[in-house]
């Protein structure tokens, strides 16, 4: 999905107010595996993904990687809290795969929250999509078995057990590789 798209959806930006919009961001093409914010850092930028896959992620007691999140087609991808507070990032953000993304600086998001009050219509219209996401996420793992959580996460991401490595699925639902094979059968 382009980000063209993506806004002209959600809210009705007239074509002055878009093109405008648009200059604010950035395109590029980033190769797999490129960590874009390492923990500890602050997060300067806000990335769309108009094609690849990322995630988000955190190394635990034992240096082990879990995947908080990923990021699809046609959705936004940062560290909110390090990006929106401009605070030291708790989590990785890194791309799964070869992806594009338009990328727009915190400076540059808060200009156009100020200037165009359909923004910041934009802004609460996507915080209400992700608060939402991350809540079913965490009643899934509270309350669902693995095999649901299974489901709710193809739901999210049909296309993920081709884009993701296994392992990065298994932390992201809190089970084991071999769960997750078992499931998969």
């Known amino acids: 999905m382009s980000i063209t798209n993506f806004l002209s959806t959600l809210v009705a930006f007239t074509p002055e107010e878009l093109k405008d919009i648009l200059s604010h961001f950035s395109k ?12 500890g850092d602050v997060c300067k ?13 955190y190394l635990n007691e034992h240096g082990k990687e879990i995947t908080q999140w990923f990021f699809g087609v046609g959705k936004f991808m940062t560290s909110a809290d ?3 507070q401009q ?3 708790l989590y990785y953000l890194e791309v799964l795969e070869n992806t594009v993304v338009y990328s727009i600086s915190k400076e540059n998001i808060d200009l156009l929250f100020a200037k165009y ?3 910041e219509k934009l802004g609460r219209l996507v915080t ?18 693995a095999r649901e959580r299974y489901d709710y996460m193809l739901s999210e991401f049909p296309d993920i057990a081709y884009q993701v490595p296994l392992g990065h699925i298994a932390s992201y639902l809190g089970m084991t590789q071999e769960t997750l094979s078992r499931i998969r059968k």
């Open 28 to 39: 590029e093409s980033i190769v797999k595996n490129q960590t874009l914010v390492h923990q």
């Open 45 to 57: 930028f806000l990335y769309f993904v108009e094609q690849g896959m990322g995630r988000s992620y």
């Open 82 to 84: 390090s990006f929106f």
């Open 87 to 89: 605070t030291p990032s």
């Open 117 to 119: 009050h359909k923004m």
């Open 128 to 145: 209400i999509e992700m608060l939402t996401k991350m809540t079913n996420k965490i009643n899934a793992i509270q309350f669902q078995t």
